[in-house]
C-alpha cells in the first residue's frame, strides 16, 4: 500500500511537559553502583539470555523511589501515559562514544545506559524486541542515518509522524522506553507524545463510533526493513469508550472510507492540540504507555559528525505468555 501522506508539515509545539521524576544525586550514585554490578556480573552481550537474567535481578534493586513510581505508572499511565525520569546517569566516568550513523545499529557490548533502560523497563513488564526489527537487538539505538533522512522511521530526521510503536502487530509492545545519551545540539529534535485520555474530550460522539468500528488497516513501519503484513480491518478506539486504548499510526493506518479518513483527521488533529513536546536532554528516560498515547518526533537537521542525538531505545510488555505463540524457542524476541 502506498505511503500518500506528505510530511512535510512541521507539529505544532505547545511546549508542556509530562510530570517529571528527577533523580537526586545519592539516587545517581546508587545507579551507578547498580550498573557496574551488572557490568561486572553479567555475560559480555546484551543479547545473551543470562544478561536479562542480571538485569532482572539487579533491578529489583533500583531505588526505592523509582520503584514506586515505575509501580505506580503501571498501574495507571496517569492523563499523559508519559512517565519522564530526569537525571539518569548514561556513563560511569568513561566518555560516551561518538554517535553511531549506521542503519540498524543496536547496542551489543553492556553499558551503564543499558543496564539502566533495561533495568527500568523491566519493572514495568517483560523485555522484548522484534526479529524483524533491527535483528531483534533488545537494545536499540534511535539516530538519525546519512540517507534515511526522509524515512517514517527512528533513523529519519523528517517530520516524525504521531504512532503507536509498531501498531501493526499483534503483540505490540505496552511500553516504549526512550533513554537520551547524546541531546539534539540544535534543540529542534523534540519527542512529541500525546494521549488519547487528552484528545478523547474534543472529539465528537460521530467521531468516536467512527473510529471505535473496524474501518481501518496499518501497515508495518519501515524499521521492520519491507515485512508486508498488513492487519485486518481493526478499529482505532478500542475498549470501554469512556477510556479507551489507541491503535493508530499517522503514516501507516489507512481509513477504508471517506467517513473513517474524516474521522482520523479529527483525531489526529485534536492529538496535535493536547500535544507534549519535549527536546530530551542527556539522562532523560521518557516511558511511554504504548497503549494509550502515540508518539512522534519533530524534525531536526543531523549532521553526522558523531555528535548527533542519540537514545537508547527498550520495549516491554506486560504479559509474557500472551505474547509466547510469537516467541520461537521461549526468549524475548518475538517474530
Ligand atoms: O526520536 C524520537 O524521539 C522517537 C523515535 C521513535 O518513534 C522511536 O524510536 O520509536
Ligand atoms: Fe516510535
Known sequence: MPRTREHT????????????????????DELIALASGVLAAGPALIDEPAWLDTVRDASAMLPRRILSELRRFRHDAGPDA??????????????????????????????VASALVTAAMMQLGEVIAYRSEKTGALVQNVVPVPGSENSQSNAGSVLL???????????????????????DATGDAKLCTSSIRRALPLLSERTVAVL???????????????????????????????????LVDFAATHPLDDEAAAAMSELREALMRTMSALALRVGDLAVVDNRLAVHGRTSFTPRYDGQDRWLHRVYAHLDHRRSRVDRKGGGAVLD
Open 9 to 28: 508539515l512541521t507539529l505544532p509545539v505547545t511546549g508542556t511537559t509530562p510530570d517529571a521524576v528527577t533523580l537526586t544525586d545519592a539516587e545517581r
Open 82 to 111: 508519559v512517565l519522564l525520569l530526569r537525571n539518569v546517569p548514561v556513563v560511569a566516568s568513561d566518555p560516551l562514544p561518538e554517535t553511531p550513523s549506521v542503519p540498524g545499529s543496536v547496542e551489543r557490548v553492556p553499558a
Open 161 to 183: 509522524e504521531l504512532h503507536v510503536e509498531n501498531a501493526f502487530h499483534d503483540n505490540k509492545p505496552d511500553y516504549v522506553g526512550l533513554l537520551c545519551v547524546r541531546e
Open 212 to 246: 471505535a468500528a473496524p474501518r481501518f488497516l496499518t501497515e508495518p513501519p519501515p524499521s521492520f526493513g519491507g515485512l508486508n503484513s498488513v492487519t485486518p480491518a481493526h478499529p482505532i478506539l478500542v475498549g470501554d469508550l469512556e477510556d479507551p486504548n489507541i
